[in-house]
């Protein structure tokens, strides 16, 4: 990985990491992310750091910043139930701001892989990381 040099960043060479923003970074902003001892950090545009600074959540996705309306919705409550037709089961979820709940379907071996994701994110162990988690038969 290459990290920017010090003379990138007073420049003003490195874009805003927020989602779809073009203006250059000018403050880092630093946050906890929600895991436990897994800090972030971003170099944001001076505009998004007031933003951050005001109270905005914000989440590092990958490269990108995420805030507002980008961010993922909360989960109310969630449900599962086997399946009748094929193994695996349905997981019902309930997310803030939709009146209507969704189901995903989840074979086994999707199943193992959510839950050893929750499990380790529930603990003080590293977080799983995206390329672990994306489903290879897409």
């Known amino acids: 990985m290459v990290f920017p040099t010090f003379t990138q960043y007073r420049s003003g060479m490195l874009p805003c990491p927020v989602l779809r923003c073009t203006n250059p970074g000018a403050a880092f902003v630093v946050g906890s992310q929600g895991f436990r001892g ?7 545009c001076a505009e998004h750091k007031a933003v951050i600074d005001a109270g905005s959540l914000w989440y590092l996705d ?7 309306l980008d961010i993922p919705p909360v989960l109310e409550s969630w449900a599962a139930r086997p399946s009748i037709v094929a193994e695996g089961f349905t997981l019902t979820l309930r997310v803030a701001g939709q009146t209507k709940p969704f189901d995903v379907f989840l074979t086994p071996a999707e199943a193992r892989t959510l839950a050893m994701f929750i499990n380790t994110a529930s603990s003080d162990s590293l977080p799983v990381s ?9």
């Open 62 to 68: 990958e490269h990108s910043v995420l805030i507002g």
């Open 130 to 138: 995206n390329d672990f988690l994306m489903h290879k038969s897409h």
């Open 38 to 44: 897994c800090y972030r950090e971003a170099y944001v």
